[in-house]
């Protein structure tokens, strides 16, 4: 394979950096990749009712006026940069009951704790429904990344007697929208170019 054709393929091929979470199809068959604050009678589990493959996560929180938190967290630290655009989606279904609702929560983290930037998604609570919908969302990072990013989910009750908090989520990405060619790729995509330079040479 010539040099050309090499890098052509490298830059034309995915970058395996650009998508962020890990496990976010819940396909490993467990919670690998989240970060559960689940207390009490809350529950964060596997569930077969998925939007595709085998498996999703679901969060049922039973406890009044409580959050139930899960996240990936400080995820593409030391790579994604600052102001560099993210889409974050996902698939999602669920219900709340007597004030019960669910929150998709987005963080740049600093490198030494605290956050540069945070915003809940969509600006209010989940419109869920009890069939999956797909929710997309394209954001810069914070202007303070060196601790990565952090998507959470947070199922929560309200107040009231009773209040119940179920949230069922599948296929969930962080994907960095432009992520840049690794330096090795750089290096033949140069060596290519003076390729091309000595074969024009010879003629």
């Known amino acids: 394979m010539s040099l050309i054709v090499l890098a052509a393929a490298i830059v034309l091929a995915p970058d395996a950096r650009a998508e962020l ?14 970060t559960s604050f689940a207390f009490g009678s809350q529950t964060f589990s596997l569930t077969t009712d998925a939007k595709s493959g085998s498996f999703a996560g679901e969060l049922f929180n039973t406890i009044e006026a409580s959050p139930l938190v899960i996240k990936q967290a400080n995820i593409g630290a030391g790579t994604v940069i600052a102001g560099e655009l993210l889409t974050i989606s996902f698939d999602a279904k669920g219900e709340g009951t007597n004030g019960g609702v669910a929150f998709a929560e987005f963080f740049s983290e600093r490198a030494g704790g605290g956050v540069s930037s945070s915003e809940i998604l969509g600006g209010a609570p989940l419109a869920l429904t009890n069939q999956y919908q797909n929710f997309s969302f394209t954001r810069a990072a914070g202007p303070d990344v060196g601790g ?5 989910f947070n199922a929560v009750t309200g107040a009231n007697a009773g209040s119940t908090s179920r949230l069922l989520i599948d296929n969930v990405s962080v994907r960095r929208v432009s992520a840049v060619p690794e330096p090795g790729s750089t290096i033949l995509l140069g060596l290519a170019g003076c390729g091309f330079l000595v074969r024009r040479r010879r003629r």
């Open 148 to 152: 990565g990013v952090t998507l959470q």
């Open 21 to 34: 979470t890990t496990n976010g199809d819940f396909e490993t068959g467990d919670t690998t990749g989240w």
